[in-house]
């Protein structure tokens, strides 16, 4: 998968910050902390805001700062997707100082990555700098765990589809109509589009 969207591009479209968040002082021996939202906003913002506007990604639902990704821990994602309860993906934009800062860090994200895995979230993490240098990069990689998500969520659902709609989903499939978007194959169809996408017949406007 090629994207291409330059920094000067992501400057045009007013997506890309000018200049990263002050730092603040820490006191002589500190291990430093991961900053605050506030800190940390400029690459996230500026890859949430990218993700929205690529093709290869924009037709999905990225959310912002999803809070208790896992139930009952006190702690969120940066970037969140969330296409079935056990079809998830978590972005999460880290900086040069995010990993080894202590052991008990260190051991607490191992925690966070098996409890995310477990409830059903796929993970990434993006070094912030990473964004800035390469961002076309990053965006191929979200994009393909996206779309493989996706993929699999679309597997499962045509595994335990009733015949009648296997043979319709093959006509269109066939016919070299647009396919139908994800979002149909687990929620009811707009009013009329098999009507409007059936080259033969008028198929039955249910779903799974």
């Known amino acids: 998968m090629s994207l291409r969207l330059s920094l000067h591009e992501a400057k045009k479209l007013g997506i890309h910050s000018k200049a990263p968040a002050p730092a603040k002082p820490k006191p002589k021996g500190a291990l430093g902390h991961l900053g605050t939202s506030a800190e940390r906003s400029p690459p996230q913002r500026t890859l949430f805001q990218t993700l929205r506007i690529v093709p290869e990604t924009a037709r999905f639902s ?21 296409l079935s309860p056990l079809h998830k993906l978590g972005i999460e934009v880290d900086g040069f100082r995010h990993h080894g800062l202590s052991k008990e860090g260190f051991y607490r994200d191992r925690e966070k990555d098996f409890l995310l895995d477990k409830h059903g979230w796929k993970f990434i993490r993006v070094p912030a700098g990473l964004i800035e240098k390469d961002i076309n990069l990053v965006l191929s ?6 779309q493989r998500l996706e993929a699999q969520l679309l ?5 335990n589809a009733p015949t009648w709609w296997l043979s319709r989903w093959k006509e269109i499939t066939r016919s070299g109509l647009p396919p139908l978007p994800w979002t149909l194959y687990h929620h009811p169809a707009p009013e009329g589009w098999f009507t409007r996408h059936s080259r033969t017949h008028r198929m039955d406007n249910r779903l799974l």
Do not use: T
């Open 141 to 146: 990689r979200i994009a393909y765990m996206a």
């Open 62 to 82: 990225w959310v912002w700062e999803v809070k208790d990704p896992v139930p009952g821990r006190k702690f969120s994602l940066d970037i969140g997707l969330h």
């Open 155 to 159: 597997r499962e659902r045509l595994q």
